[in-house]
């Protein structure tokens, strides 16, 4: 990352309105557009040497290569020795007889959950509760949120993830037992709040027959009564916060059909096509990873925000917390050193425009700089469009304002501007262009993986929590057991404060 040094304090020196008046071109130089998905880089703080000098990084990483292996199901998960085709799920671009493998065991997958859903679908059932949580819970909301326009109302959609009493407690008060069903999405099947909460459903439905499991671990389903026919398989070469274009996505595919879910894979296989294809200086999810390794190694900015301007889009900051955070957040390279550079930032975000008249101010005066991606829908699907002449207009002026700023003889009153930002412009909010956005950001975060030579598919950074979470389940209630004094002290505290 040394080489960058020299471009970041030229760029750190002149002021981003400067630089984008001194390239004519820049806009067309700095913008990718793939299917109804277009990217713009021009706001960022990125000279036409910088962007060469970042090429060159990803030449010298192996990049290219790093995509080829990835897609032909070489084991790029190293710490656990797996290949991670994801994008098997949804493409069949590789000629690897692994990846071929995975491309026909996902078709086949698909075709017995269309069968299930058919059968929920012919019965009496009214409500699905997706029990999951991380990637077996967050690219479903996700989805079903961002789609719900196109839902015709046949189920409606729970989500049961965290092991808080009061989630289920609240969401079984509003349902009927008899005409619920639930699927159990758990790749390990050993997610202790997922499988307390389905206890917790079981013994409320006080039947087996409306659960549906999907899970790599067929076993452990069987064996806490499952039926063999309503398993859907994952497997261990799909990564959880990756695995949303599995039968993990069962209650999408439920509540908006299955031809609505295939258009969401079909739009991840159109970015799979260009990323696996594109030549890097073209490559829209390579332009996208430099641009953060250049943010987080180059400028040093810690935190990177997301922001889109679309409702249905609220909880993007959330899936990509898990899919940036889980897979970036490491310091210890695929060979075990320690990474020499910041790896990935803090995620976090919200929509626009409320999270203007919440956290804005931070972003325009405050003292760090943020980059962001801010993601615009061109058009509604609702016959307001004064509202979203309004929102576009917002989105505009945001993206405008952090980038230029505006001069002010009272610093208080003064927007210092160069704030970086790219905007991403989705023609709509489709099936084929979420999964188009979404596979972007896949696809990103695993170039940013490959520059700083970590692992994006393992995340061994939340096993010790989990397994202190067992220990002191025991604990709670002989806190003598408790090994760390101030951990045995809360106990203490939280029984006394626990008796009525
Ligand atoms: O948070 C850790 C994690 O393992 C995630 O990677 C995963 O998405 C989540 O837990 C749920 O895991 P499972 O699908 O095995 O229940």
Redesign the pocket.
């Known amino acids: 990352m040394a080489r960058l040094a020299p471009h970041a304090a030229r760029n750190l020196g002149r002021r981003l309105p400067e630089l984008i008046a001194d390239e004519p071109d820049r806009f067309a130089a700095t913008t990718l557009r793939v299917g109804p998905l277009l990217a713009c880089f021009a706001r960022q703080r990125i000279d036409a040497p910088a962007a060469a000098a970042l090429r060159e990084v990803a030449r010298e990483r192996g990049v290219a290569e790093a995509i080829a292996a990835l897609f032909e199901g070489e084991p790029v998960n190293r710490s656990e020795n797996r290949p991670a085709l994801h994008t098997a799920l949804r493409s069949d671009l590789a000629s690897s007889a692994v990846a071929r493998a995975a491309h026909a065991q996902a078709r086949e997958a698909r075709a017995r959950m269309a069968q299930q859903i058919d059968a929920l679908r012919a019965s009496e059932v009214t409500d699905i509760v997706n029990v ?5 819970d967050l690219g479903a909301r996700l989805t079903l949120e961002a789609l719900r326009e196109l839902d015709p109302g046949r189920f409606r959609v729970h989500f049961l993830s965290t092991v808080d009493g009061h989630a289920a407690s609240h969401l079984l008060r509003q349902l009927d037992p008899a005409r619920t069903a639930a699927v159990l ?7 202790r709040e ?1 499988l307390l909460n389905a206890q917790v459903l079981r013994e409320w439905m006080g039947a087996d027959d409306r659960f549906h499991a999907v899970t790599a671990n067929v076993d452990r389903a069987r064996s806490l009564g499952i039926a063999a026919e309503r398993i859907l398989p994952m497997w261990d070469w799909v ?3 990756y695995s949303l274009w599995s039968a993990v996505g069962f209650s999408v595919a439920a509540a908006l059909g299955m031809e609505v879910f295939e258009r969401l894979l079909a739009g991840a296989a159109q970015m799979d096509e260009h990323v696996r294809r594109a030549p890097l200086e073209a490559n829209l999810a390579v332009r996208h990873a430099l641009v953060a390794v250049w943010n987080r190694n180059a400028l040093g900015y810690d935190t990177h925000a997301v922001l889109p301007y679309d409702a249905r889009l609220a909880r993007l900051p959330a899936y990509l917390q ?1 899919l940036v955070m ?1 897979s970036l957040g490491k310091s210890a390279t695929q060979a075990g050193a320690p990474v020499p550079c910041a790896t990935g930032p803090v995620i976090w975000g919200g929509a626009g425009t409320d999270v203007q008249h919440s956290f804005f101010q931070s972003l325009h005066q405050g003292t760090d700089t943020v980059p962001m991606d801010f993601i615009g829908i061109a058009r509604a699907d609702h016959g307001s469009p004064v509202q979203h002449r309004a929102l576009l207009a917002n989105l505009l002026a945001q993206a405008e304002a952090f980038a230029n700023g505006a001069p002010g003889a009272d610093p208080q009153r003064a927007y210092p501007g160069s704030r970086p930002s790219t905007m991403i412009l989705l023609d709509a909010l489709t099936p084929e262009s979420l999964g188009a956005l979404v596979a972007l950001y896949e696809h990103s975060v695993y170039v940013q993986a490959t520059i700083w030579g970590i692992n994006p598919f393992d ?1 061994w950074g ?1 096993e010790l929590g989990k397994r202190l979470a067992a220990d002191l389940d025991t604990a709670i209630d002989s806190p003598e057991s408790a090994a760390d004094p101030i951990t045995r002290a809360l106990i203490e505290a939280l029984r006394q404060r626990a008796r009525p």
């Open positions: 999951g949580i991380g990637g077996s999405v758990s790749k390990s099947f050993s997610t997922t990564g959880g916060r898990q889980e995340q939340v």
